[in-house]
């Protein structure tokens, strides 16, 4: 028996910072068209429940437009024999019970915070799900206190919305051994977006997001494929259907002999990743490969034309600047440096000229932890820095102290990149 595992949908959000020329397919490129997908993949299959782990709508004002895309899938799953299961998470605690109502193929489990299992079956197997929703926006302590699950014959997984191992947190905290000792076979877990490394000899933890919802969820997401056989968890397999995704690339700039080159560089890095994504292992049969994928572009190596790389790359952000294998399309999203000088430092440092004295004070920065020159140009800069955090603008970010050096080594070697372009410009 197959069973298909969802993790947050948030339906009603929409991908943002698209490129004009892909705004015409925000529908499809994002949760309303990664859950389609994931409708498909399931009829496709064969299997006899679809599970969703909370989070399912973004929000209350989504009500309607989570309403035609759920019951759109729902129907068409019904009307196959699949189950659809599913738990309320903090974001869905009212619009998943209300959208449940007026669903009726739609099982929610766990209303009210009280557990709930939920038996399905087929010849040969049995699986048993045990489902708690969110009963308000915020929980803060455990659902798992006090809880015990009085297993079924066949396997037994739990299908919650939580935080595990957050500490203090106001969203269903939970610990890693309270979920290990429930006395069940695993976990079908919402909240988090970050999918966890789930297999058939571990199946506990995130499913992780549907689809990366911005450029901090990269990498592969869409739902998992969990195969069940003579009673035990036979296969799981994680599907990266999710039609749009997100990536982080470096861009090695090493040895350009001007700024045009650097396209080809960028190309190449975009052919690699292309090759990798088309490449990766995904179950046999089964074709789950993003249509698009947003870049975050970080240029490296020493080179003295990152200004004007920058500058010409960022022109380009809103093309599609590659297409790959199957009509993949690439766009840049984001772009930063972390490039070096290509210049000597130490032979810079030596000169007694402003780009000297700020190639001296880059150097300061490699040096170990106690050395004077280094603690007291770190020190200041952090003190600076929390000055501008502490800032009420930058306050609500809550982000926690930046690292001084890497903030000072980014700047440092921006301003003297350009310091050596005003140069190299009079010479
Ligand atoms: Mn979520």
Known sequence: MKI????DIHLGRTPSRLPEVLAHRSRDLGPAGAWERTVNIAIDTGVRAVLLAGDVVEGENDFF???RELEQGVKRLT????HVIGVAGNHDVKVLPRLAEHISEFQLLGKGGQWEPRRIDDNADSITFWGWSFPRKEVRESPLTDQSFKAEAGINLGLLHCDRDAGDSPYAPVTSRELQRAGIDGWLLGHIHKPDALSAASLNGYLGSLTGLDRSEAGPHGPWLIDVSQGRINEVVHLPLAPLRWE???VNLDGIREPVEAGGRVLSALQELDRQITEAPVAPDL???PDAIGVHITLCGRTRFTMAVLNEVSKRQEDIVYTGSNARQYFIECLSADTRPEIDLEELARQPTPPGLLAKRLLWLDE???DPDRDELVTKA???LREQGQMPVWVELDAGDPDPVEWLRKAGLRALDQLLAQESDTA
């Open 368 to 370: 170990p932890e106690g």
């Open 287 to 289: 074709t789950a490969t």
């Open 4 to 7: 298909l595992a969802v993790g």
């Open 248 to 250: 982080a690339v470096d």
């Open 79 to 82: 009307r196959e024999g699949i």
């Open 382 to 384: 952090r003190l600076r």
């Open 65 to 67: 437009e989570a309403y």
